[in-house]
């Protein structure tokens, strides 16, 4: 069964950084577009970023555009988000998986809190 788990979240004030990273076991990983996700509280999951399986396309969401940015290794298995000047509604449950996503591959997730 495929996996991905999050890893890296924590609680810091506005303005402040945090990196979080998604470990995979999806065979074939250099193929897939990778994306993360967030759901905040009391809302519904929403895509914040994906890259290409050769990283040459990177989308965001117009919401963290130019503070967020997301890489992957491929010899690793790995992606992350490197999140700059977070916000207050930046607080929420990130999530890793494929773009389009595995309705079944869905991890824990990691929680980021940003206090004002």
């Known amino acids: 069964q495929v996996q991905f788990v999050e890893s890296g979240g924590g609680s810091v004030r506005a303005g402040g950084s945090l990196r979080l990273s998604c470990a995979s076991s999806?065979?074939?990983?250099?193929?897939?577009?990778m994306g993360w996700y967030r759901q905040a509280p009391g809302k519904q999951r929403e895509f914040v970023a994906r890259?290409?399986?050769?990283?040459?396309?990177?989308v965001y969401a117009d919401s963290v555009k130019g503070r967020f940015t997301i890489a992957r290794d491929n010899a690793q298995k790995t992606f992350s988000l490197q999140m700059n000047n977070l916000k207050p509604e930046d607080t929420a449950v990130y999530f890793c998986?494929?773009?389009?996503?595995?309705?079944?591959?869905w991890g824990q997730g990691t929680q980021v809190t940003v206090s004002s």
């Open positions: 998986n494929s773009v389009p996503s595995r309705s079944a591959a």
């Open positions: 999806l065979s074939g990983f250099d193929t897939y577009t």
């Open positions: 890259v290409t399986s050769n990283s040459v396309s990177r």
